[in-house]
């Protein structure tokens, strides 16, 4: 049973800020969906007031009807405002993380499962421009919200609201979701810090020869089950014989990226700082490993390792 | 937060409510000065041009100016900015106006908000059937412009316009039931709240307080129902249909006139009926002044009336609704036939008035006896002279009796009693003029007679001794050839009536067997509707058993009466059980396309997918394959796929017409 007790029902706090955080989906139902006026619907009424006293004065029965039309469509597109978001389902999708002082996307999966088409749906995180987005019966959709990514580290999603003025704008309907999903948020990168030149060719006496696919080495003759792709084709085409382009040993400059580089500065820049050089390291192709005091993570390069690395400063701590 | 306020020009959601601001103004135009109605088309245009990209709108400067001029040419034309006139005028100023500086939401909201103001101010001119009917059109339109501004962003729907009215007509038609309550039971308080500007309803009547023949050359013609009369018995004929109104006995400047009424008790008259009463309803349309209208000799006073010096039936407070009362009329009567009180103000002429008549009354007075066969031989004279019946008599000058008695010999009802009654008094006759109407038709189709503003009608009453007061109506003695015919004579002048009929074409008979019809409407309309006022609530809670109730309980009554229609109507808005559920459409043209394989032996095995069973239909029946395929594909698009609103309609149409088309 979902039941919600009265107390909580009619706490102002549910009212204004939307329940604790709670597992996805959300079901959009009695119980979270608010309704209130707009500044057009308050206008609205006091227009209403206003023919209706004429009406009265001039005893006019015509003035009466329409004020109470006016009226009752009014109250009628109150339950239609209500509708369009009535049972409406939320999720949000995974989260890519974001760096602190950027943005961060959420998307956020909303699903119609009524027989009815939802309109004019605005969904925004506090103080940001709402994303419209409409619904037929039966559909889903995704929206991405943006927000201010926030502090280093994992970060809650927040609350969001889904609200509605449909049909005529003179309510508006809303509901504020809080998931309790988290986003990872990695130190804002530093500008203008340029690699470390001290430890550039720090470990390229290490470097090796051996066999990788980076650099070109020479050329040998084909032996079978080498790549296609390393045929000398060019060399073939001039009937110079079948030959195998060979590649030298990967990278050979080794940058480690190092905490300690960055004595006298205080953790969060020296963080900041790391984030950039993986960043750029990452950019020019670079083999890099980064030191913390709390965690080595080898030298390596590639999506993976960039997160890897990303991650490790972002929960640095 | 959720900010509509910047308004991405929608030109279909303007052109839409600019359609509804037209028709919000078009009741208004043949009341409005001709600037004003040609400034309001031409703003409707000019916004119209702007949405299609066409000329800018007027700049700040500009609009101040135009609202300052426009203001400066109301107080020119009106003289005032408050009253019926002045204020609908003004607010359809404000509309008009306002259309130039429509940038953003809330504007549209100003926008459609005064639209709904100039369509109320256009109900204190017109509250016929025509008008509400007409009003709930324009306020789908308003709704579905509203619902338009509301739909700017890209709207999965193929034709948004036909969208936003038919989502407009669902809400009005939801929202009618909850009206209608509203407009039930809502306790009615009687008005005015505040004092009425002088010209607060329309004083359409074709009767006034003063009378002047000879200064009009012409006699308006209106149509305008005065009032509609129900018998209780059978109904009065023809002849015996002098409908009584304001009394005019004071001719001074070739004008009559009547003056501040002197209230009498109905005591206070001599009054001796016989024969049989006739009982009958009026309902009286709104006419702006205390009159009440009765068959010649009303015997008793509906509520809240009075009766003056001249026995003319008075309302308390001037009639600014439709009013029903109840009568009673004896056609035989006599009228203080003893005593005349007050003799010499039904005698006084100013010196020297018409000479010429006072020598031909002289003259005919000689001949005869006494005063009715004097006034008889003045009627003689009518009929026997060349005098002729007309609606468009030529001007009178100095002294309109002389001039029309002996010159022009042309004129309408007023001419004659003028006439005749300022003759009687030169043969020291008392004598007065009535005014009121005379005639009516009843309505073939509904068990009521009509009449109307053309029936206005003026004739005489002399006081002869012994006998009271005697109507004569001077202008019947015209003979039908000298009646200058006029369709609309028709109820004036019964003996023509069925001349005229014989002439009529059968496209006018059925117009105007069409137009009872409308009327009969019409009447309902206006008792049961505009003429919804305290006393028929009290009815009608009465009929449903309700006695007594006080308006506590009456508003309990309006909220539980809302309350049920709205919980009605919300739990067919919230019902759970969908009626076309997501991709049910789609699962339901599936089963009948499983339906059509199975009658040629193609089961679907239980545990088959749409897939394979496709593949297995497809590959044993290349005959039908391309078609079992296209459905299968269409079919799954729409359960599985993530489809947008275009896309989803797209396939499912499809799905549709292969379906229908598929066979083995």
Redo the contacts between chains.
């Keep these: 049973m979902r039941t919600t007790s009265l107390i909580r029902r009619f706490n102002l706090a549910r009212f204004f800020q939307g329940d604790a955080p709670s597992p996805a989906p959300w079901r959009l139902n009695r119980r979270n969906v608010y309704i209130l006026p707009t500044r057009q619907g308050i206008f609205f009424g006091v227009t209403l007031a206003v023919i209706l006293l004429g009406a009265i004065n001039y005893s006019n029965s015509l003035g009466y009807f329409l004020t109470f039309l006016l009226g009752s469509i009014a109250l009628v597109g109150l339950l239609h405002t209500y509708r369009n978001l009535l049972q409406l389902q939320l999720r949000v999708a995974t989260i890519n993380p974001a760096f602190a002082g950027g943005e961060v996307s959420v998307p956020v999966v909303l699903e119609n499962p009524g027989p009815t088409p939802r309109y004019r749906l605005a969904i925004a995180f506090a103080d940001q421009p709402p994303v419209i987005c409409e619904l037929p019966p039966g559909r889903h959709t995704t929206v991405t919200l943006h927000k201010p990514a926030g502090m280093r580290g994992w970060q809650p999603v927040g609350r969001f609201t889904l609200g509605s003025t449909f049909p005529l704008g003179l309510f508006r309907a809303w509901s504020h979701v809080v998931p309790d999903e988290q986003y990872l948020v990695y130190p804002a990168p530093a500008t203008g810090a340029g690699l470390p030149q001290a430890s550039r060719y720090m470990a390229s006496l290490l470097g090796d020869q051996g066999v990788g696919s980076d650099d070109f080495a020479g050329l040998r003759g084909y032996r079978g089950g080498d790549s296609l792709k390393h045929i000398h084709w060019k060399a073939l085409a001039r009937e110079q014989g079948l030959l195998t382009k060979q590649f030298g040993g990967d990278r050979s400059e080794r940058l480690w990226l190092d905490w300690r580089m960055l004595a006298g500065m205080d953790p969060e820049s020296r963080l900041s700082r790391l984030c950039r050089w993986v960043l750029e390291a990452e950019q020019q192709g670079l083999e890099y490993g980064l030191w913390l005091p709390d965690q080595i993570l080898e030298p390596g390069h590639g999506p993976q390792h960039r997160q890897q690395c990303l991650r490790a400063l972002a929960l640095f701590g | 937060?959720?900010?509509?306020r910047s308004l991405s020009r929608p030109p279909l959601a303007n052109g839409l409510l600019l359609l509804a601001i037209l028709l919000v103004i078009l009741p208004h135009l043949p009341h409005l000065p001709i600037w004003l109605a040609l400034a309001g088309l031409l703003a409707i245009g000019w916004r119209l041009l702007h949405d299609t990209g066409r000329v800018p709108l007027p700049g700040r400067l500009v609009r101040t100016g135009l609202v300052v001029l426009a203001i400066l040419a109301l107080l020119a034309t009106y003289r005032t900015l408050v009253g019926r006139e002045a204020g609908s005028a003004l607010l359809l100023l404000m509309l008009t106006l306002k259309l130039f500086e429509m940038r953003s939401?809330?504007d549209v909201?100003v926008v459609v908000?005064l639209g709904?103001?100039v369509?109320?101010t256009a109900?204190?001119f017109s509250?016929s059937l025509l008008?509400?009917i007409y009003?709930l059109g324009v306020?789908t339109l308003l709704?579905a412009s509203?619902?338009s501004?509301?739909?700017p962003?890209?709207?999965?729907a193929r034709q948004p316009l036909l969208r936003d009215l038919r989502?407009g007509s669902r809400?009005?038609l939801?929202?009618?039931?909850?009206?209608l309550i509203?407009?039930l039971l809502?306790p009615r308080?009687?008005?005015?709240?505040?004092g009425?500007p002088e010209d607060?309803?329309t004083g359409r009547t074709g009767l006034s307080d003063e009378m002047a023949p000879g200064r009009i050359s012409r006699l308006a013609d209106s149509n305008a129902v005065a009032f509609r009369v129900q018998f209780d018995g059978p109904v009065p004929a023809p002849e015996q249909r002098y409908w009584r109104g304001p009394i005019l006995w004071q001719y001074n400047d070739n004008k009559w006139q009547t003056r501040p009424h002197q209230i009498r008790l109905l005591q206070q008259f001599d009054l001796r009926f016989q024969g049989q009463p006739v009982d009958y309803q009026v309902t009286l349309e709104p006419h702006n002044r205390q009159w009440l209208f009765a068959l010649d000799m009303p015997a008793t006073l509906p509520d809240n009336a009075q009766v003056n010096s001249e026995y003319q039936l008075l309302a308390r407070r001037r009639i600014?609704?439709a009013y029903r009362y109840p009568m009673r009329s004896y056609p035989d009567y006599q009228l203080d036939p003893q005593v005349l009180a007050e003799r010499a103000r039904y005698l006084s002429l100013p010196a020297n008035t018409s000479p010429r008549s006072r020598e031909l009354v002289a003259e005919l007075a000689a001949k005869t006896d006494s005063a009715s066969e004097l006034v008889e031989a003045v009627l003689d004279y009518f009929a026997d002279q060349p005098f002729y019946y007309t609606r468009e008599p030529p001007l009178l000058f100095d002294d309109p009796v002389d001039e029309f008695v002996f010159e022009t010999r042309r004129g309408y009802c007023e001419h004659y009693a003028s006439a005749f009654t300022v003759m009687m008094r030169q043969a020291e006759i008392p004598a007065r003029v009535v005014t009121g109407y005379y005639g009516g038709e009843m309505n073939p189709l509904a068990d009521y007679m009509i009449v109307r503003q053309s029936n206005a009608h003026a004739w005489s009453e002399v006081w002869l001794e012994g006998r009271g007061w005697v109507r004569i109506d001077p202008t019947s003695v015209i003979p039908p050839s000298r009646v200058e015919l006029d369709a609309d004579l028709a109820s004036r002048q019964p003996e023509v009536r069925s001349q005229l009929d014989a002439q009529r074409s059968w496209l006018q008979k059925s117009l105007r067997q069409a137009g009872f019809v409308w009327d009969a409407l019409d009447n309902r309309w206006q008792q049961w509707?505009?003429?919804?006022?305290r006393s028929q609530q009290n009815a009608l809670l009465k009929a449903l058993g309700l006695d007594d109730i006080n308006w506590r309980t009456l508003i309990m009554l309006l909220f539980i009466g809302?309350g049920v229609a709205?919980l009605v109507?919300?739990a067919v808005?919230?019902r759970p059980t969908?009626?076309?559920?997501?991709?049910?459409r789609a699962a339901r043209l599936y089963r009948r396309f499983l339906r059509k394989l199975a009658r040629r032996g193609w089961q679907k095995a239980p545990g088959e997918t749409p897939a394979r069973f496709c593949r297995r239909v497809a590959y044993q029946q290349p005959g039908v394959a391309d078609a079992v395929t296209h459905i299968t594909r269409h079919y799954l698009q729409l359960r599985y796929a993530?489809?947008?609103?275009d896309q989803?309609?797209r396939h499912l149409k499809s799905l549709r017409r292969a379906v229908r088309r598929f066979s083995l």
Excluded at chain 2, 153 to 156: E, L
Excluded at chain 2, 529 to 533: D, E, P, R, S
Excluded at chain 2, 578 to 584: E, F, K, L, T, V
């Design positions: 937060m959720l900010g509509f939401w809330r909201t908000f709904f103001f369509m109320v109900f204190l509250q008008m509400g009003t306020v709704v509203m619902i501004f509301q739909l962003a890209q709207p999965f989502l809400l009005l939801q929202a009618l039931p909850v009206a509203l407009f809502f308080i009687p008005g005015p709240l505040w009425l607060a309803t600014d609704e509707v505009i003429g919804y006022n809302i709205l109507i919300a808005l919230f969908p009626r076309s559920a997501p991709g049910n993530p489809l947008n609103g989803y309609r």
